[in-house]
């Protein structure tokens, strides 16, 4: 899959739905950058008027994971990948139209090389984000992946 941020949206409309109908989507995605907008709308506020703190993480998680996503494709390696642990901090209620951004593509990039099978499980933290339409930071979210070489081994299973 040639990754897009159309491709990926349509991705989350049948995969990750609470995605989709949250109005997250991704903007953009190169091999450093992720970035994806959630505009504050009836169905993700809360009842402070601002975007709920779980919408603002998915929007964070999915920068993350996607350039994790795009390098074990390019990779040609079977790899399952999970978050571990992850942090959050707020600084000002997420109104308006809120882009969330991941500029660590070389860090996922050299995680996804480091696997081979002498050393089959990574941890790594990503960091993600959120800033409104003013240039003002609203959250800031990390998260600890830890990513597992499968074994792709066919003589392992006889």
């Not at 609470?18 to 190169?30: A, D, F, T, Y």
Request: a positive charge; hydrophobic letters at 40%; aromatic letters at 12%.
């Amino acid at each position: 899959m040639e990754y897009t941020p159309a491709q990926i949206n349509r991705y989350t409309f049948f995969k990750l739905p609470s995605v989709w109908w949250c109005g997250i989507r991704v903007k953009e995605i190169n091999a450093q950058i992720c970035r994806a907008a959630v505009q504050l709308r009836w169905f993700n506020q809360n009842p402070f008027q601002s975007i709920f703190w779980a919408v603002q993480g998915m929007a964070a998680e999915l920068t993350t994971g996607m350039l994790l996503v795009r390098e074990i494709e390019k990779s040609n390696k079977k790899v399952s990948f999970l978050v571990l642990n992850n942090k959050a901090g707020f600084s000002k209620k997420a109104r308006g139209r809120i882009v969330f951004q991941c500029d660590q593509g070389k860090i996922a990039a050299e995680a996804i090389a480091s696997l081979s099978p002498e050393n089959k499980t990574r941890t790594l933290w990503l960091s993600s984000t959120g800033v409104d339409e003013q240039g003002d930071q609203v959250s800031h979210f990390e998260f600890e992946w830890t990513l597992l070489l499968k074994n792709t081994d066919s003589t392992a299973l006889n």
